[in-house]
């Protein structure tokens, strides 16, 4: 007898899609098939079955800056999305550049985090030479650089810095990449006009241009992979083309959404990110990029401040946006607009993020594999609203936006974790096993 079965889905497998039955037993995949003999049943019919979305880029904001957000509201927006694995960034306070800080963070999450995780190790000047053993420990998922300096103190601007950080490292290195020198000769754009609409002007595509190139310099020189984050431009993406022995690249379900001057205008400071969300022209590029294999991986980049703080006046109104638990519906919805499959969606979300971080037993509906499932209904309208927003800071760049496609329900290893936007059982997240 299986512990649970999930009847008469439609199921999205690495094979393809397909109407099958799936066998959950110990908290994994148990079989593919028809079943019937379990002590759970869940009927899935007209609903669709994806691997439980991967997160590679969220900022749960736990040590020091939980006001913002902690682990349990930050995992809870999670899977309250379908999202049952995240890896949390290190621009934390303190930040996580040590064994010890990454150690506490393992600690803090024990018990409170409802889905799975792992935590990025932030690769500085102060902790070079030991990144090598810091990116094995485990529950670390690899090294973070901030070429450009965003929310928190880590900067990581010059080159000589980044190669030997990129020599001493195995993992593939994650990076924010907006060029330091540019973004500081030019930040009195902002600061003259104090117009949020100015955010793409001042951190303008060259800014992002010049970056991802000495990025790619770089590794092509330490002969070591790098992932791109959050790519927000035409120009980029051009380059990138070329790249992609050395490099891949993640984008954001905002930069795919929303579009300046429009998102300015309706929501003002609330849609100050970094990099920024750009015009029509950048992100058809993006687009563009994600029909044509270019992209690897959708993350969130989820990055709560309050609003309170996103209230101060531009450009000392903090950058970031929330997205954890809304890059599903987000994502369906374009899905249920022909803007991309719904393999292809899955490709991003689960498959990809799985193989390149080698995460051990996630990310595909197949047998011997977690069974993280996020249960989908493709055809069910529903308003997005701050109200439904798990994450502490209370609100979403999406408010009063309705999709089509939902998350209907989650499940973690085998616990129906989230049932019709009620949250169930208890928080039983634990850290990822990660390959070389
Ligand atoms: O807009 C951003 N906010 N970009 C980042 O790189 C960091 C993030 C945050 O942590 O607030
Ligand atoms: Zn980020």
């Not at 309170?308 to 919805?333: A, C, F, H, R, W």
Request: glycine share 8%.
């Amino acid at each position: 007898m299986f512990d649970l079965i999930l009847k008469n889905g439609t199921v999205v497998t690495p094979g393809g899609i397909t109407e099958t039955d799936i066998a959950v037993m110990n908290g994994r995949i148990a079989g593919l098939g028809d079943f019937s003999s379990a002590k759970k049943t869940i009927d899935c019919k007209n609903l669709h079955i994806l691997p439980g979305a991967i997160d590679t880029h969220v900022h749960f904001r736990e040590p020091g800056l939980t006001h913002k957000e902690d682990f349990t509201t930050g995992t809870l927006s999670a899977i309250a999305g379908g999202v049952t694995t995240i890896f949390d960034m290190p621009n934390t306070d303190p930040l996580t550049i040590t064994a010890k800080t990454l150690q506490d963070k393992l600690q803090m999450a024990k018990g409170r985090a409802w889905c799975d995780y792992a935590f990025f190790i932030g690769g500085s000047a102060d902790n070079t030479n030991n990144l090598n053993v810091l990116e094995k420990m485990p529950g670390c998922c690899g090294v973070k650089i901030y070429m450009g300096s965003s929310t928190g103190s880590l900067l990581t601007a010059e080159d000589d810095i980044i190669l030997s950080i990129l020599k001493k490292c195995v993992r593939r290195i994650a990076i924010h990449a907006e060029d330091e020198e540019r973004l500081k000769s030019r930040r009195h754009i902002a600061e003259a006009s104090h117009d949020v609409k100015d955010h793409p002007n001042w951190r303008d595509a060259e800014t992002a241009l010049m970056a991802s190139k000495r990025a790619v310099g770089l590794a092509r020189e330490a002969g070591q992979p790098i992932h791109l984050l959050h790519i927000t431009s035409a120009d980029e993406m051009a380059f990138l083309s070329d790249h992609k022995d050395i490099a891949t690249v993640e984008v954001t379900p905002h930069h795919l959404t929303l579009s300046a001057p429009e998102c300015y205008k309706n929501i003002g400071i609330l849609a100050q990110i970094n990099p920024p969300i750009r015009d029509k022209h950048h992100q058809e590029a993006l687009w563009k990029a994600i029909r044509n294999g270019l992209v690897d991986t959708i993350g969130s980049d989820h990055a709560p401040h309050t609003l309170d703080e996103k209230d101060k006046i531009y450009p000392d109104s903090p950058s970031g946006m929330p997205g954890v638990q809304t890059t599903l519906p987000i994502m369906l919805n374009h899905v249920n607009k022909g803007r991309l499959s719904l393999e292809r969606m899955v490709d991003l979300l689960a498959h990809r993020p799985q193989c390149l971080y080698q995460i051990t037993g996630k990310g595909r509906i197949a047998v011997g594999y977690d069974a993280d499932f996020a249960i989908i209904d493709l055809r069910k309208s529903n308003t997005i609203t701050n109200k439904w927003i798990k994450s502490k800071c209370g609100w979403t760049p999406y408010n009063g936006i309705t999709v089509t496609g939902w998350v209907q329900g989650t499940i973690l290893r085998g616990s129906l974790v989230m049932w019709e936007d009620e949250i169930l059982e208890s928080p039983e997240g634990r850290k990822v096993i990660l390959g070389d």
